[in-house]
């Protein structure tokens, strides 16, 4: 039986690509499409200035947007993926979850409240059981859950292969795309034979996430992990696909085919969206490269390389599509687990 499910913020980038996305999914039929005021009442072809390297699919370019209300979308729909600026959803997320919705959320509100679940399927599914704590606390039938950013999504995978030899120090450098912005969010003459050595919030997201990503959930609380991190977050003109170096530092002595058997050999998971190997390691030292490298495993997969010995522990290099794996997919890949795991 097909899910329904609804898009809040349809229009912009990563909503393009959750309809991108979400084409021919064998589980979700895309049943509702939202946006602001100016949109609502237009079909998606007038709303929304297609940027997505395929065309626009002829049933949703016909479809009407509405706006982002609960008493807009309609009550079957099963399942709301919002890819809302995150001011905007914390104003408008609780609304929906009141009314009973459950949102799988791309948005940065709330991905470290306590009982929010910030999940990456192969990683943390457990963490899902948060559900039932936020419910319990916050009064509503609903649920609410996030995947991280698309920096931290990108690394973290590496990580949790490398903690069975006791995680420690994290430090890593991003080289970060310019799609991570939005469309109108980095100029030509900003990015253009440049590199931009600040990106607003994302090291702190880089080092928060991480630790609640990889901590343990008890039943009723969340531990974040112990291990320190430190990111400095760079955007350089890459089109699609951040490139991060990682130096981490480990309890255990690992080397690098420790390191890299450990990589190949984190599993998977069984659900649509989810690449049958979640990490692809390199044994040329110059890749994971983004316009090489990046469409791996539908854009789902993360790429590592480059792995070495250092003083502490090990370096390396690792990849992944900042769009899909990093925003829309892994919305719709936890939409896949709470399918999975009976929250609809």
């Given amino acids: 039986m097909a899910v329904r499910v609804g898009i809040l913020g349809a229009t912009g980038a990563v909503g393009q690509r959750f309809i991108q996305l979400l084409e021919d999914h ?135 292969a490398l903690d069975r030899f006791g995680l420690e120090n994290v430090h890593v450098s991003t080289l970060q795309a310019v799609s991570g912005a939005g469309y109108s969010g980095v100029t030509s003459m900003e990015i253009i034979d440049n590199a931009i050595p600040h990106i607003g919030g994302e090291e702190d997201k880089m080092e928060t996430e991480s630790r609640k990503l990889l901590g343990d959930f008890d039943g009723a609380e969340l531990h974040l992990h112990e291990m320190d991190v430190a990111a400095s977050c760079n955007r350089i003109p890459t089109l699609d696909g951040h490139l991060e170096n990682v130096f981490a530092e480990t309890a255990e002595d690992v080397s690098p085919e420790e390191a890299a058997e450990a990589m190949r050999e984190y599993p998977s998971v069984d659900l649509h969206s989810s690449p049958e190997q979640l990490i692809h390691v390199f044994e040329d030292p110059g890749r994971p490269q983004p316009r090489m490298d990046r469409e791996r495993g539908d854009g789902m997969q993360i790429s590592a390389g480059g792995i070495q010995t250092t003083a502490g522990g090990l370096k390396y290099n690792c990849l992944a599509h900042n769009t899909i794996r990093g925003a829309a997919g892994a919305s719709v890949l936890n939409g896949e687990l709470l399918v999975e795991e009976g929250y609809l």
């Fill in 26 to 160: 064998p589980t979700f039929e895309l049943a509702a499409l939202t946006a602001s005021e100016s949109s609502a009442g237009k079909t998606y072809r007038e709303a929304a200035k297609w940027r997505v390297n395929t065309p626009i699919p002829d049933d949703v370019a016909e479809m009407t947007v509405t706006e982002t209300t609960p008493e807009a979308v309609p009550d079957d729909v099963d399942l709301l993926f919002s890819s809302l600026p995150s001011g905007v959803a914390a104003n408008v997320e609780p609304g929906f979850l009141e009314e009973g919705y459950v949102v799988s959320s791309n948005s940065s509100n709330d991905r470290m409240a306590p009982d929010v679940p910030l999940t990456i399927p192969e990683v943390n599914p457990g963490h899902l059981e948060l559900i039932e704590v936020q419910r319990d606390e916050r009064g509503w039938d609903g649920a609410l859950v996030k995947n991280p950013n698309c920096s931290t999504i990108t690394m973290v995978p590496t990580l949790a």
